[in-house]
């Protein structure tokens, strides 16, 4: 069974950066896409960014477009997620998802997620 953990999140100030890690079991990075979402208070959850097994990325939510990439180290199992210059509408629950057919594209729905990891940019 697919298993995803998401760390490091936390506070943080505008312009401030953190990364945010999704350690995974139950599959390999090899054969699965995987992507970034995040759920701000009060809204619907959105795609920020996704990657395929090959390595391409898709931005998913245009507000993150230059400050935010994404990275996977296969051999460590580990999907990244590097955000710079944070902003206080960056502010919402992280989540990693995929599944077994899940393709990283705006119209993705992964059926497995992880836990979420906070982040909170305020001064």
């Known amino acids: 069974q697919m298993h995803l953990v998401e760390s490091g999140g936390g506070l943080v100030q505008p312009g401030g950066s953190l990364r945010l890690s999704c350690s995974v079991s139950?599959?390999?990075?090899?054969?699965?896409?995987i992507g970034w979402f995040r759920q701000a208070p009060g809204k619907e959850r959105e795609g920020v960014l996704c990657?395929?097994?090959?390595?391409?990325?898709?931005t998913l939510a245009n507000s993150v477009e230059g400050r935010f990439t994404v990275s996977v180290d296969k051999a460590k199992k580990m999907l990244y997620l590097q955000m710079n210059n944070l902003k206080p509408e960056d502010t919402g629950v992280y989540y990693c998802?995929?599944?077994?057919?899940?393709?990283?594209?705006?119209?993705?729905?992964?059926?497995?997620w992880g836990q979420g990891t906070q982040v909170t940019v305020s001064s």
């Open positions: 990657i395929t097994t090959t390595g391409s990325t898709t």
């Open positions: 998802a995929t599944d077994p057919v899940y393709v990283c594209s705006t119209n993705g729905r992964p059926a497995f």
């Open positions: 139950g599959f390999t990075l090899d054969h699965t896409d």
